[in-house]
Structure formats: structure tokens, C-alpha cells
């Protein structure tokens, strides 16, 4: 079984639309959550940490269910800027990257 | 800002040539990666460092061999390239297991 799992996708949304990602992880003793954000043919690059109480960063909210041991990643409003992949990442004694959702926000 | 930085950005290699990929870091962070990444498979961890002249063992070692003689420099090296090292090759460093991850802009490889 894979440490982490994400849903491929892709997903296709039109512009203002709101769009959520789940991601699931095995090891209930993982620590650390995050959300990474991918363009094509660039590197990985932190999009937001997760924290137990859920937070936000502007158009993005995350969650954390340990009970369930899945994080989520909801975007409102969606941009055209939003169109790329989306890699949640979970640690323990190492880091677990999922293979990403992609996401492309159409006109 | 330089952060995490890798050379060279692309490389083509024969197959049977040996070739060093190149990261520094100027973060001051404790641990190093290596990953490759390749389409539907995800980020595969190479090796890692816990610290300055420590590496150990990823998820896909073979076929690599990796140094860290100084606290910024990470090398990744190929002794005998194979066509099924042909990937997107990315360092990454931070400051433990639980800490942010920063990558560098990646190596693309080809081996013919």
C-alpha cells in the first residue's frame, strides 16, 4: 500500500468554479502535512502546511483529518493561475509525496 | 535567493557514460535528497543526507552513488548511465523530516 494517495484527475473546471482535492496516507503517526503546487516541467513548490485546525491562505483552504487520515485542499474561485498540479505531501521518518492531481481551470 | 541549485539543467549522455549531477544549497539546512521523477510515477527518493558526510539509501538507490563532503553540496552520481535513467532529476533540501521542503529546478537526463 502506498504511503500516500491522490486522486490523478485530471481535473477540468471553468473559471470561478470551486474545486476540492483529497489526499489519503497510511501511517497514522505522520507529523507534518503539506500542499505542493507543480507547473509543467518545473519543480515542486509550497503552496501551504496543513495544521490540525484546518487554515487558510486567501482563495485556499486546508484540512487535516487524522481520525480519517486524510488532508483536503479546497480551491474557491478558481483562475486560470490555478491550472498545474497539485502534490500533497505527508511526513513521518521520511517525506511521502503523492503523484499529484491535475488540475486545469478552463475559460 | 538562490536557495537550492542544481547543475546542469539538461544533459544527454551515451549509454555506458558517467556523469555527476551538482546541487548546493545556501539555506543552511542539515538534510539533502535526491529525487527522480518520471510521468504517473510520483517523486522517487535517490538518497538522502542527514548531515554533512552522511548519505543513505532511498527508495530507488540502484544504479546512483551520492556524496556530501560539505554541509551545501549534495552530488549525484551516475557510474554507468542506462537508458532507464532517462528522467527529470530534482534536489531538495530542508532542515529535518517535519520542516518545508525547497527544490531546486530540476535536471532533465537523457540517456541514449
Known amino acids: 500500500r502506498k504511503e500516500v494517495e491522490q486522486d490523478p484527475g485530471p481535473f477540468n473546471v471553468p473559471e470561478g468554479a470551486t474545486v476540492a482535492f483529497n489526499c489519503t496516507y497510511s501511517?497514522?503517526?505522520?507529523?507534518?502535512f503539506f500542499w505542493y503546487r507543480q507547473d509543467c516541467r518545473k519543480e515542486p513548490k509550497l503552496l501551504m502546511s496543513?495544521?490540525?485546525s484546518g487554515n487558510e491562505d486567501g482563495r485556499f483552504t486546508a484540512q487535516l483529518n487524522r481520525a480519517s487520515q486524510y488532508i483536503s485542499l479546497l480551491i474557491r474561485d478558481s483562475k486560470l493561475s490555478d491550472s498545474a498540479t497539485y502534490l500533497c505531501?505527508?511526513?513521518?521518518?521520511?517525506?511521502?509525496f503523492g503523484t499529484g492531481t491535475s488540475l486545469t481551470v478552463i475559460p | 535567493n538562490a536557495g537550492v541549485t542544481q547543475t546542469p539543467k539538461f544533459r544527454v549522455l551515451k549509454t555506458g557514460q558517467s556523469m555527476t549531477l551538482l546541487c548546493a544549497q545556501d539555506m543552511n539546512h542539515e538534510y539533502m535528497y535526491w529525487y527522480r521523477q518520471d510521468p504517473g510515477m510520483g517523486l522517487r527518493l535517490i538518497h538522502y543526507?542527514?548531515?554533512?558526510?552522511?548519505?543513505a539509501k532511498g527508495e530507488v538507490p540502484d544504479g546512483y552513488n551520492v556524496s556530501r563532503l560539505k554541509k551545501q553540496n549534495f552530488l549525484l552520481g551516475l557510474e554507468s548511465a542506462a537508458p532507464s535513467q532517462t528522467s527529470v532529476y530534482f534536489c531538495?533540501?530542508?532542515f529535518g523530516f517535519g520542516n518545508t521542503i525547497y527544490f531546486g529546478e530540476g535536471s532533465w537526463l537523457t540517456v541514449v
Open positions: 496543513v495544521y490540525s
Open positions: 543526507s542527514v548531515g554533512e558526510g552522511t548519505t
Open positions: 531538495a533540501s530542508s
Open positions: 505531501v505527508v511526513t513521518g521518518n521520511q517525506f511521502y
Open positions: 501511517n497514522s503517526a505522520s507529523q507534518s
